[in-house]
């Protein structure tokens, strides 16, 4: 680790997260942040307790002892559980009366990176706060938190972990109804999920077939999963299966598949999750909470059955804080993130996925005669290599406030720096996909240039 790194912002949009073995994601920092999680962490009377799962990479295996010789260190007993779903960690956070939780995952990355997420002692992902106040601990440690020897802690498995979480997950259904009778091709992206998702719609009644869960350590996410959907939707027509359920290496997110091979995004969960909720009275606060991608085409929708569509910055954790503080129960990303707060403190691609079979099974129809609750307008994305402070130059201030003006009413233009790499992420929706393209176009090219023009002058400088 360099002298200046732990300087750098470790945390970003969720946990910290990089390429495995190379700073940040690396057993040094693991190390350092279980100490310093666990002088967060440790209050009150003991035992002090975490929890920590993992998904499926090789390299979750090194990160998995370093943290825990870490929370050791601190005078934490530590429980493992292995490979489990991150939602299942934000559950058994709770439920073993934990004061922090912890996922190595890198979600939908492939092998190579890592990530580790961590949870609070109410199974919610941390503040911005309390990640920075663990990130000033991380930079000052020396001794502090160190523990006479009789005082460290302990780790121990926790071996029916998964059966634990798999039946909080069939509580969220009604006792008297199962999937008897749905044919369901299940992809856990050689992830997390690998035994869960299967195990649980056999044991909910459905005829299951499996892809994507035979995890070497190196091939999740590989050509598979909620990123990939397409060997799902191959499966699904091959079989003339009644639904298709994608999931990505953490499984706290999801794309569904119905039997015409449709591809569903997390916009349609949540707009027929809403209008099922919402016709049984179910639907909490006026509204549903996704962040500034979701489709406009959900936002008129929603409006047609009279809920509000409350937009947050991009990521589950800002999502999740806007249902919190509104009282909604329904919410996601149109990636798949999909949060039900009646049932989990945080996405759940699980969860969502038995929600809408169970919609399937109430109303008797297939997904795709439920679907599409609306059509999308037009939508594209171009992610464009170059620092956040090109945003402030005032040729790209001046191309997205005319951008801005052309599209006023018909669409919608968002620019917006990734939380994680140096790319400027530019999207633009719109009813006429001819002055989409050429708005798009003229936003991009002004970026780039300007990317270009300081990437000049740092050489020159």
Not at 7 to 28: K, S, V
Not at 31 to 42: E, K, M, N, S
Not at 68 to 75: L, V
Request: with cysteine; hydrophobic share 45%.
């Amino acid at each position: 680790m360099g002298p200046n790194d732990m300087t750098r912002r470790l945390f970003g949009t969720d946990g910290i997260r990089g390429t495995a073995n190379r700073w940040p994601m690396t057993a040094e920092v693991a190390l350092a942040l279980g100490r310093a999680a666990g002088l967060h962490f440790r209050g009150g009377r003991p035992p002090h307790r975490v929890v920590i799962g993992k998904d499926t990479r090789r390299s979750g295996y090194m990160l998995e002892s370093a943290l825990t010789a870490g929370f050791i260190a601190s005078g934490m007993d530590v429980m493992l559980v292995g490979p489990i779903p991150t939602p299942g960690i934000a559950f058994l956070t709770r439920t073993l009366r934990c004061d922090v939780g912890v996922m190595i995952s890198a979600s939908h990355n492939p092998h190579r990176d890592n990530g580790i997420k961590l949870f609070g002692p109410d199974g919610f992902k941390l503040s911005d706060a309390a990640e920075a106040e663990i990130e000033r601990l991380m930079e000052h440690l020396d001794g502090d938190g160190l523990v006479e020897p009789e005082h460290l802690g302990r780790a121990r498995r926790i071996e029916d972990a998964r059966g634990r979480y798999m039946e909080n997950l069939k509580r969220s259904l009604p006792a008297e109804l199962d999937l008897a009778g749905l044919s369901v091709v299940v992809d856990c992206a050689h992830g997390a999920a690998y035994h869960i998702a299967p195990d649980l719609l056999f044991e909910l009644g459905a005829e299951v077939h499996r892809i994507g869960c035979e995890p070497n350590g190196l091939n999740i996410n590989d050509g598979c999963g909620a990123t990939a959907p397409g060997r799902l939707r191959a499966e699904v027509l091959a079989r003339g299966a009644d639904l298709g359920i994608a999931l990505d290496g953490d499984a706290d997110r999801v794309v569904l598949v119905d039997e015409k091979g449709n591809v569903v995004d997390g916009d349609q969960i949540l707009a027929l999750i809403a209008r099922s909720w919402l016709a049984e009275g179910r639907l909490r606060g006026g509204a549903v909470a996704a962040t500034v991608m979701s489709n406009l085409g959900l936002e008129r929708f929603l409006a047609g059955l009279g809920l509000d569509l409350v937009r947050t910055k991009v990521g589950d954790r800002y999502v999740l804080e806007e249902m919190r503080a509104r009282g909604l129960n329904v919410g996601g990303e149109q990636s798949g993130h999909i949060i039900l707060t009646d049932f989990a403190t945080t996405g759940d691609g699980l969860l969502a996925a038995l929600q809408v079979a169970a919609i399937v099974v109430r109303e008797g129809r297939p997904l795709g005669e439920l679907l599409p609750c609306f059509e999308p307008l037009p939508q594209e994305l171009v992610n464009l290599r170059a620092e956040r402070s090109v945003l402030e130059r005032d040729a790209v201030r001046a191309a997205i406030a005319e951008a801005e003006r052309r599209l006023a009413g018909r669409g919608r233009l968002l620019v917006r720096p990734s939380g994680t790499e140096p790319v400027i992420r530019v999207m633009v929706e719109c009813e006429d996909p001819a002055l989409l393209h050429e708005v798009l176009e003229e936003v991009r090219a002004v970026i780039a240039q300007a990317a270009a023009t300081e990437a000049a002058q740092s050489i020159r400088g």
